[in-house]
DNA sequence: CGAGTTGTTGATCACATGGTCAATAAGAAG
DNA sequence: CTTCTTATTGACCATGTGATCAACAACTCG
């Protein structure tokens, strides 16, 4: 019964123990990160687990921080290759909604609980908070200056667009309601704030 | 040690010990509601608390369903007072942005995950967010009629009203910006919401 | 004052948590 | 093949969780 794993370089080993750990954050939230299921999950002894990370808090942190930057990532990409501001942000909203996102969803809702004991973790969701609101911040400033959007403060309406994004989300996780019409609604609402006529973002979304 | 307490009527020990328990929720969450920790803040033997309540889950689930509806009480309360429409809405974002409501927003925020692991809650949680959209959609109906709000869909504006209110808060548990600038914030948003001119909500809620 | 009802206690159980550490054995080096 | 380094194990500890239950004692009634 001794045998069951090899014998491998720290550096393999230690991202091992990190996919797991991401993995299950993804699969079932950052509070189902613990010392055992980590080691489980990485076909480990749970004292490895413990040998490798220096707290179980700073896992948990380093996991929501790479789960999350992943999506920003990804998000950027978006806002790098889309041709007009109002394309960019229409196919934005599209993927953040996306149904196959709960996992994300759900990792944000309890970094914001767990971060009330996991100092590190909080300072993680702050930072990353900062660049997800400067991302948008650049689309709606590049689209009211292409004239676009019809807007006043464009840091403001970033904000406006970051808290609809996480009430709806956080929404979405007791299933509230169907997720389908959650992007129509959102469309409009986003068509509104931006000052452009109805049915132009989804429009753009759709095609 | 075991005069502490003396004996009481069922109805009036539940009652201390459910008062104990949303006390705790309030100051520390929904997730610091223990079997433990609530007989502690009832000056009372942990089996009793045990005694009195089928579980903790639905103990957690009470507290939860006490805590909004109160909250939700409150509002409608507003609701009925206030003479227009605007005032009513302005009103009511006036005191749920209140700073001091922060342990309402922890109770929300704790819920949704929660919800999760324990199916009362969940479904207590669709109820009370339910009411809520009900209420909101009323307030926004009542304006769209007296031609105070220019908007198509009240269903739909009561659905973004409500994301904000809750995406906003939960921001704030991570205290991401001072809570100052968020009243001020959402002021400009809901006026862009709803189409009345720049700072009349806003003027509104300061008066 | 004595007997019976019942509100109350606190020890106890089974389980889960993060973390530690001596013992083990796998793989490299000689 | 032997030696040595070190990655790895799994038992162990202290703590915390929800829940159970026999024993206790406070109050009521006769």
């Known amino acids: 019964m001794s045998r069951a794993t090899s014998r491998k370089p720290p550096a393999q080993r230690s991202a091992e123990i990190l996919d797991a750990a991401i993995k299950i954050a993804c699969d079932e939230g950052l509070s189902a990160v613990k010392l055992r299921s980590v080691a489980a999950g990485a076909s480990v002894a749970p004292g490895l687990v413990a040998h490798y990370v220096s707290s179980m808090d700073d896992l948990v942190a380093t996991c929501f921080e790479r789960i999350t930057r992943a999506e920003l990532d990804e998000v950027r990409e978006i806002l790098a290759t889309a041709p007009t501001p109002a394309r960019r942000l229409a196919q934005l909203l599209a993927t953040v909604f996306d149904a196959t996102r709960d996992d994300v969803t759900l990792v944000w809702v309890e970094a914001w609980t767990l971060g009330r004991s996991n100092e590190r973790l909080a300072a993680r969701v702050r930072d990353v908070m900062d660049d997800w609101h400067a991302a948008l911040r ?70």
Do not use: C
Not at 159 to 166: F, S
Not at 169 to 185: D, I, Y
């Open 138 to 207: 650049e689309v709606v400033e590049a689209g009211a200056a292409a004239g676009e959007f019809d807007i006043a403060d464009p840091d403001e309406v970033a904000w406006h667009l970051l808290g609809m994004i996480d009430g709806l989300n956080a929404q979405a996780l007791v299933h509230w309601r169907p997720a389908a019409t959650r992007s129509g609604v959102l469309g409009h609402l986003v068509e509104r704030l931006l000052g452009t006529e109805p049915g132009a973002l989804t429009r753009l979304a759709a095609g």
